[in-house]
């Protein structure tokens, strides 16, 4: 047994490796493998229709929506957003919450005019900026609901007239969101909803088709919806292995009972650092992640120790990024909370065994 | 058994099978799943070195290319080499072989000017335009190795001073080929070197950065190379399973070996196909594909029950494209020559049933 605590590509449910494993010998009813057919083929095309489904209704997504499976991940997102919906003479604003929310608003400057409405890039993104303004001209906000590095989650929506972006990358499917105070969702499919190589891209249909710009047909929101995410050979194995991760989570009472789990987990968590005299939370409380819950200890000099310590009890992925150090444990929702406690034990055996 | 001859994705090993199914379950030596592990692990990292270094040693690539695995098929390469190699100034040339070549001609237009130096498209692409001049100036020639749905191929390399780029996405790993003819290589992966969801592109170093255009760095191939294939997440488990085919392919005695193997397939059954009464091929002798054989029946009322009795005998993936019709049986590199043979006494079969 190994505790994963990856940040991404992370942990899915056992029963999804299992089902995925089987696929790969025998797609039933095929009689092939998953890995050899035609993405044309019916069995497929109602691989395609089952997950757009799953997402439409675990996510409650409103009429006017399209669901898409798209490449590249969020980064590839990075240039699409702006390309096809930041015009000319127009400025897209965006707030600057962590390493990905600055890629972000690099690839856009690419694009075109960008607003950087407020940042918490001199504090190492260690909060969530609040009292910031979004122009009532800006073509679009866009922001990142989740900071996988920081450890930092906007769990309120931010409230304006302007087209809502958001890269919801690391915490999609993992808490009860309002699509339609949405313009435009996007989100790299290796956390909560399947392994890597596909990417979910949820679009308001009336946004699009607004901007002058000539694009590329893979960079085009629109031959896709038209395409049906099929314009060009999608990732069959990884839309496959998502189908089948969010007929899981479905199994599981959906998002909203997922939620009390995550809120569960992210507590024990919190709780425990905040209690145990060794460790110490590396963000501001109210804005802390369910996520990925980064810390870090009183005395730096036991930090190799404890990893060490960790995993010598089968718990992986535990390190924390190098621009805070320390640990961050990602607690996505295949993660089970029996995990968490494996882990709360091990913080705890630690600090009895360096006991003064 | 299934004799599975679909155009792509298409038929794999079957040890590839085996060994991808196993590795979902678990991914030696981490103990996870590879659907669960992070890119950024030396287990992962290993993957990608391997099947960089399979491939340059499969093609034989020379000093000074770099090998990238990157997303969103052939597809977005149509974009991505006139980004990356067409200046404003200048002019591209295109050879237009079929819809592939058709569709990277009409995004390479979206991007700069380009010159179609020959076409075969009002014969239906029955064949392969040979009498063409690539003008001296042009910024590149760009062509398609195979014809996916023409069932044609270009054999020999045209000569050319001007860079040279080609989508062999049907083609690469079945027959030996001179990388250094070639400034730049595309492939989807999911013919000959993987399942879908990896693009490989093989590319010059020299011939990148002389371009003004500023690109999304997803767009960019030079900043592909700067992060090793891993600028973001890439899609692990395609490049996963191409190292267990390109390993595949490397105990069969390479691409030479193969190639022998393709030749003899490709020669029975066109044998046949010339021999049989019912059929006909649809192309002209000298172009015809060692990947794609495409036929017709002297009767096209006989198609139908035809295809009907190849299905009985577990034969899969035979329709034509509806732009061709009739039949398309696709001979990659992993189809067993026992399944060409099973093809070809149904055809006897067939013709001795409906024999006068």
């Given amino acids: 047994m190994t505790y994963n605590f990856g940040a991404g590509p992370c942990i899915l449910p056992n029963e999804v490796f299992k089902q995925a494993s089987q696929a790969v010998l025998e797609f039933n009813p095929t009689g092939l493998s998953i890995l050899e057919i ?5 069995e497929f095309e109602s691989v395609v229709d089952e997950t757009v489904r799953l997402v439409k209704e675990l996510l409650n997504v409103p009429a006017g929506y399209s669901v898409l499976f798209l490449q590249g991940g969020a980064s590839l997102q990075f240039a699409m957003v702006p390309m096809n919906l930041l015009g000319d003479n127009q400025t897209a604003s965006y707030l600057d919450t962590g390493v990905w929310a600055n890629k972000a608003i690099k690839e856009a400057k690419i694009i075109g005019n960008v607003n950087v409405v407020a940042s918490s890039k001199s504090e190492n993104y260690t909060f969530i900026p609040k009292d910031f303004q979004i122009p009532e001209d800006s073509a679009y906000f866009h922001y990142t609901s989740n900071n996988t590095i920081y450890g930092t989650e906007l ?4 409230k304006t007239n302007v ?3 958001c890269d919801m990358s690391s915490d999609i499917f993992s808490r009860t969101i309002n699509v339609a105070d949405f313009d435009l969702i996007y989100a790299g499919a290796q956390k909560n909803m399947g392994p890597a190589g596909v990417t979910l891209v949820i679009v308001k249909d ?4 607004k901007i002058d710009r000539k694009l590329p047909s893979m960079l085009d929101y629109k031959i896709h919806i038209d395409g049906g995410s099929m314009y060009n050979t999608p990732p069959v194995f990884s839309i496959y292995v998502s189908m089948l991760n969010l007929r899981w989570l479905k ?15 992210a507590e024990a968590l919190y709780r425990e650092i905040d209690r145990n005299p060794l460790f110490k939370g590396t963000c501001r409380t109210e804005d802390r992640s369910r996520m ?4 870090v200890m009183e005395n730096p000099e036991l930090e190799k120790p404890f990893l060490k310590f960790t995993e010598e009890r089968n718990i992986v992925g535990l390190k924390g990024h ?5 640990f961050r444990a990602s607690l996505y929702n295949a993660l089970p909370i029996t995990s968490v406690h494996v882990l709360i034990d091990a913080m705890q055996d630690f600090a009895e065994k360096h006991k003064k």
């Avoid at 769990?155 to 931010?158: A, K, N, R, S, V």
């Avoid at 009336?206 to 088709?209: F, M």
């Avoid at 190098?322 to 320390?326: D, L, T």
């Fill in 322 to 326: 190098r621009s805070v150090g320390g």
């Fill in 251 to 265: 199994s599981k009472g959906g998002v909203s009972e997922i939620e009390k789990e995550n809120i569960s987990k």
């Fill in 38 to 42: 035609s993405h044309r083929t019916p």
């Fill in 163 to 165: 087209p809502l972006v």
């Fill in 206 to 209: 009336e946004i699009l088709g």
């Fill in 155 to 158: 769990m309120e929506t931010p």
């Fill in 292 to 295: 990925n819950v980064c810390f």
